[in-house]
């Protein structure tokens, strides 16, 4: 698990004076990259370079409360589920002890032609990483 933490901008909030729903969507992204570099040390950047893509397939977003301008996150994301051919994230998004937002999003580990690939065959380093941090 990563905790990465972020302050909401003005531009992510709406006319209610609360994060728009689709802000809550970069801030999952920000938590991969927190974890993804964090935890294991490889960026998205990387990973691309060495012929690997982690579209999103599925993406899954409750919305609890409302989180405001100049509130500071924290984004919590870990891996839940992971196979070697597709990869969930699960996120909780919150500020001390109230809940803004829960949700998962699930990606394919797919080449440079977008067909799905064994991350254990392409890069078995990476797929022990990837292995070494899921949590059930």
Known sequence: MY??????????????????HACYLYYFEEGRE???????GISYKQIE???????VVNAQCKYINGAKYGDLL???T???KFNGIT???SYRIYLNDTIYVTGNTEHCF???????IKLQKKDPALYEKIKSIVEL
């Open 34 to 40: 927190a974890l993804l570099e964090n935890e294991l």
């Open 49 to 55: 370079e060495s012929g690997i893509m982690l579209p």
């Open 87 to 89: 990869l969930t994230f």
């Open 110 to 116: 797919v080449g440079d032609d977008f067909k799905p």
């Open 74 to 76: 924290t984004v919590e």
């Open 3 to 20: 905790n990465y933490s972020r302050q909401v901008r003005y531009f992510d909030t709406d006319r209610m004076g609360v994060v728009h």
């Open 78 to 80: 870990k891996i839940t």
